[in-house]
C-alpha cells in the first residue's frame, strides 16, 4: 500500500534529533510493549503481518507518535484481526470472551533459544534465480493495495544487480495469509540521479534488496552511468 | 485506529513534531501510554497468550545481553585478522557467528566496507530494521522519519549532521534494509592504532560508525 511509512525520499521532517546517553527504553510501557510484541507475534500472526499492521494505522497517528506507540497500535490491530482480542476487550483490558491461542504461552527457555536461532526467511525452494549480478533491472511500477516492501521511491526505476541473497520468503503474499511464496531476493543498485533526478550533481547510490516479483529486465541503453 | 492521545506535541525543529524522545511525551501522556499497555498486558496475560516471567526475560535479554559492544568485537577481529575479515565480506552471518553472535534480526547479515573510496551508510525507510545480534536495538533517531526519508535521497547533509565530512570523490552508498538482510559497516580502522590490542580496539568502535553515520576515531 501507499502508505506514510514509506518515507524514503521525502525531504520534510527537519533535522535528526539525537539524544546522549540514550537508554534502550524510555520509560516502562516501552520496555512491555517490546516484550509483548515479540511473544504475542506468533500468536496473532507473521512478522509480515505485524508490519503490516502498523503500515495501517492513521497516517497522522503514525508520524506523531514514537516507535513503540506503533507496536502497541500493531499489537491491538492484529490481535483484532486474529479473532483473539476484541475491541470491547482492549478497551477494558478484561477478557470477555474465551479464545482459542495457537499454542501454549512461550516460556523463558524458548525466549532463550528463539533469540538466539532466530527466524531465516531462506526457503530451500528452488525457484532458479532469472537475474544474475551485472543483470540491467527495473523496478516494476506496480500499484500493490495490501503489503509491500517495494517502495515507492524506486519504482519504475533502472538498477544493477549487485546481488543475488537465495529463495527467500515474499512478504506481500506472507502477510495476508497468501503463503509464502519463496522467490529469489536481489540487491539493487540504483545510482542517485535515477532515482532522485539529474537536476543536481549527485554521485551516490542506493542499494536496496528486491524479490523477483517486483523486478523486470531493463534494456541498458540511455544509462548515464558507467557500473 | 483510533488515537487516544493528544497529538499537539511541542517541537522546536522545522518539521512535524518529532515525538521519538521522552521529553516530547507529557507526564499525562506517559501515564495514558502505561494504561493502556497495561490493560492489553493484562488482557495477554488472562487469555493465556503471554507469561510474564517470558516477557520479563526478552525485555532483560535485549536491555542487558545484546548491544553495539558485540559489533564492535566484530570489527575490530576484522581489524587483525585479515582472514577473518575475509569470511566476514563473504559469508558475515557464518563469521559473526564464530565470535558468538546470530540469531533473531541478524539470521542473514551482510557486512559492506569502507574503504578511502566508498562511505556505507544503513537505513531502513519502510520501518526500522536493524541488525539487533551486532547492534542491539537501534536508537530513536534511526527509527525517526527525519532520519529515514532524507539519508537515501540526501546522505551528505546526514553525514554533515553527524559530523562526518564525505570528500567529493568519495562515493556514499547508502543500503536501505527492505528484506531480512542485515546490513553492518565495517569502518575504516583509524590510523595510529597499530599498537594497539584486539581488545582496545573494540572500546573504539561506537555504534554510529557501524551503522555507518560516522567513522571510527583515533584514540
Known amino acids: 500500500m501507499n502508505g506514510i511509512h514509506d518515507l524514503g525520499g521525502m525531504t520534510c521532517f527537519g533535522p535528526i534529533v539525537r539524544e546522549d546517553d540514550e537508554p534502550v527504553f524510555h520509560s516502562d510501557w516501552e520496555r512491555r510493549v517490546f516484550a509483548m510484541n515479540m511473544l504475542s507475534m506468533g500468536q496473532f500472526g507473521s512478522l509480515d503481518q505485524a508490519r503490516h499492521a502498523i503500515e495501517r494505522m492513521d ?15 500493531g499489537i491491538e490491530i492484529l490481535g483484532r484481526d486474529s479473532g483473539l482480542l476484541m ?31 532466530g527466524s ?8 532458479r534465480p532469472t537475474f544474475d549480478v551485472g543483470d540491467s533491472v527495473r523496478a516494476r511500477n506496480l500499484d500493490v493495495r495490501g503489503h509491500t516492501r517495494l517502495p515507492r521511491y524506486v519504482r519504475g526505476k ?66 548515464s552511468h558507467e557500473q | 485506529m483510533s488515537n487516544d492521545h493528544d497529538n499537539d506535541h511541542d517541537h522546536d525543529h522545522g518539521g512535524p513534531p518529532n515525538p521519538y524522545h521522552a521529553a516530547s511525551r507529557s ?28 516477557l520479563d526475560r526478552i525485555a532483560d535479554i535485549y536491555e542487558n545481553d545484546l548491544g553495539p559492544m558485540n559489533g564492535a568485537k566484530v570489527v575490530a577481529r576484522a581489524w587483525v585478522d585479515a582472514a577473518f575479515k575475509q569470511r566476514l565480506l563473504e559469508d558475515a552471518s557464518a563469521a559473526i557467528g564464530e565470535l558468538g553472535y546470530g540469531g ?7 557486512v559492506v566496507e569502507n574503504t578511502p573510496e566508498v562511505h556505507n551508510v544503513v537505513v531502513c525507510t519502510l520501518c526500522s530494521c536493524y541488525p539487533w545480534p551486532v547492534l542491539g536495538l537501534p536508537p530513536a533517531w534511526y527509527k525517526s522519519p527525519a532520519y529515514r526519508s532524507r539519508v537515501v535521497i540526501d546522505p551528505r547533509s546526514v553525514l554533515e549532521e553527524f559530523g562526518t565530512a564525505v570528500d567529493d570523490d568519495v562515493e556514499v552508498r547508502v543500503w536501505d534494509s527492505s528484506a531480512e538482510i542485515r546490513y553492518l559497516v565495517l569502518p575504516e580502522r583509524p590510523t595510529g592504532t597499530e599498537t594497539l590490542t584486539e581488545d582496545q580496539l573494540a572500546e573504539l568502535v561506537e555504534r554510529d560508525a557501524m551503522i555507518g553515520v560516522t567513522r571510527v576515531a583515533a584514540p
Not at chain 2, 490493560?39 to 503471554?50: A, F, H, M, N, Q
Request: hydrophobic share 35%.
Open chain 1, 87 to 117: 475491541d470491547a476487550e482492549i478497551a477494558s483490558g478484561r477478557s470477555e470472551h474465551t479464545s482459542t491461542p495457537s499454542r501454549p504461552p512461550l516460556d523463558p527457555e524458548f525466549v532463550d533459544a528463539m533469540v538466539r536461532s
Open chain 1, 59 to 73: 497516517p497522522a497517528a503514525y508520524l506523531s507518535t514514537s516507535y513503540y506507540e506503533h507496536w502497541l497500535a
Open chain 1, 158 to 223: 533502472r538498477g544493477v544487480v549487485s546481488a543475488v541473497h537465495g529463495t527467500h520468503v515474499f512478504p506481500d503474499t506472507s502477510a495476508h495469509g497468501l503463503g509464502e511464496n519463496p522467490q529469489p531476493l536481489y540487491n539493487v543498485r540504483f545510482e542517485a540521479d535515477e532515482l532522485w533526478g539529474d537536476n543536481l550533481a549527485r554521485r551516490d547510490c542506493v542499494h536496496i534488496d528486491l524479490w523477483e516479483d517486483y523486478l523486470e529486465a531493463s534494456p541498458v541503453e540511455g544509462r
Open chain 2, 27 to 54: 507526564d499525562d501522556e506517559n501515564r495514558a501510554l502505561e494504561e493502556r499497555v497495561g490493560r492489553i498486558e493484562s488482557l495477554l496475560l488472562e487469555k493465556g497468550l503471554v507469561r510474564q516471567d517470558a
Open chain 2, 104 to 110: 533473531l534480526q541478524g539470521e542473514h547479515m551482510v
Open chain 1, 120 to 127: 531465516p526467511s531462506t526457503r530451500p525452494v528452488s525457484r
